[in-house]
């Protein structure tokens, strides 16, 4: 061994015999303290190591619970538990988790860091949020970490006992030709009861019975077990003009669904069947989350056709001098 590896391995030894000395303690947060020392070792494996190594040379830990994370780590199995309970019967190929510390642990964490400042320690949360998704994909049997997509993403708030699960909504291009005047493009909230539902609007809420949006989403909300659908347009027409040539991009954004896995042949069937005469969509396939701004921005050609009738026949000359002033 070099020198600074010597000196390295002695002011190793030096903290850890402190902070075992200190107070009871978890291997995970002893190993926690030398996070960065070595790699493919789990924390508790560093801090059994070092506890090792230190009952050999008779420093002896404390016995009871954690002073710092108070058993923390020996509950994530049970963290881990609740969590695959959470996503019975719901597709998925990654997930993250993220951890929401009470004040105590926070304040405890503060505390060790300042009090035992190795330079090599992993905070608590990265800890724990690293060892709930390891043990959840054991135990689901698949699954991978994903930090900017996931399917899944889960809130584990430990002041409030909870697990919050997030389903990464499903987006769907395509394009809908409106073949009918009198259809608004998404839904609109009744506009005397604001959604609630009253006389006025029959108790639907709605100030209009259909919209393209809901048309186009309820083979989707079936299909994939969703709480709810919105359509996000490339720009709007009136609700008294029909949209016909190709038709109108869109995305459809498929929120909280059960199933990811969606036929989309069969639902632009579903879709142009059940709205026959209404709605038609065509052009179906998935995008990421990023398109929705790029379609929305988008600002294409239109060509208006109106017909227009007149009280009184009109001259050549009139008729010109109205386009002009156009
Ligand atoms: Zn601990
Ligand atoms: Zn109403």
């Known amino acids: 061994m070099s020198r600074s590896e010597w000196e390295t391995a002695e002011r190793v030894i030096k903290s850890a015999a402190e902070i075992l000395q200190a107070g009871p303690i978890c291997d995970d947060c002893l190993?926690?303290?030398?996070?960065?020392?070595?790699?493919?070792f789990s924390n508790g494996e560093r801090g059994r190591a070092l506890r090792t190594l230190l009952s050999m040379l008779g420093v002896e830990?404390?016995?009871?619970?954690?002073?710092?994370?108070?058993?923390?780590?020996?509950?994530?199995?049970?963290?881990?538990?609740?969590a695959v309970d959470e996503v019975e019967g719901i597709d998925f190929e990654s997930y993250l988790f993220g951890v929401k510390l009470s004040a105590r642990l926070r304040?405890?964490?503060?505390?060790?860091?300042?009090?035992f400042h190795t330079g090599l320690s992993e905070p608590l949360k990265h800890a724990f949020n690293r060892e709930v998704g390891k043990a959840f994909e054991a135990k689901s049997g698949h699954g991978t970490l994903d930090l900017t997509h996931p399917h899944l993403s889960f809130t584990i708030d430990l002041e409030?006992?909870?697990?919050?699960?997030?389903?990464?909504?499903?987006?769907?291009?395509g394009r809908y030709r409106k073949l009918t005047r009198g259809i608004p493009q998404t839904r609109w909230p009744c506009r005397k009861c604001r959604g609630k539902g009253c006389?006025?609007?029959?108790?639907?809420?709605?100030?209009?019975?259909?919209?393209?949006?809901?048309?186009?989403?309820?083979?989707?909300?079936?299909?994939?077990?969703?709480e709810g659908a919105h359509l996000h347009g490339a720009g709007r027409e009136d609700i008294d003009a029909r949209m016909l040539g190709t038709g109108r991009p869109f995305i459809l954004e498929v929120i909280s669904p059960r199933r990811r896995h969606l036929d989309l042949p069969s639902l632009r069937e579903a879709v142009n069947t059940t709205a026959a005469g209404k709605v038609e969509v065509s052009a179906l396939r998935f995008v990421s989350r990023e398109t929705v701004a790029l379609v929305k921005e988008t600002h294409a050609e239109k060509t208006y056709r109106a017909r227009v009738s007149f009280e009184r026949d009109v001259s050549q000359a009139d008729l010109a001098r109205a386009l002009s002033s156009l």
């Not at 830990?61 to 710092?68: I, L, M, N, Q």
């Not at 304040?107 to 009090?115: G, I, P, T, V």
């Open 31 to 40: 190993g926690r303290a030398f996070g960065k020392l070595g790699h493919g």
């Open 61 to 82: 830990g404390k016995p009871g619970a954690c002073w710092v994370c108070n058993g923390l780590f020996s509950q994530i199995e049970d963290w881990a538990e609740r």
């Open 107 to 115: 304040q405890m964490e503060a505390f060790f860091d300042e009090r």
């Open 160 to 173: 409030r006992d909870t697990v919050e699960l997030r389903v990464l909504s499903l987006y769907i291009y």
């Open 199 to 226: 006389e006025a609007c029959g108790f639907t809420g709605k100030q209009y019975p259909e919209s393209v949006e809901e048309l186009v989403s309820v083979p989707f909300l079936a299909a994939a077990g969703a």
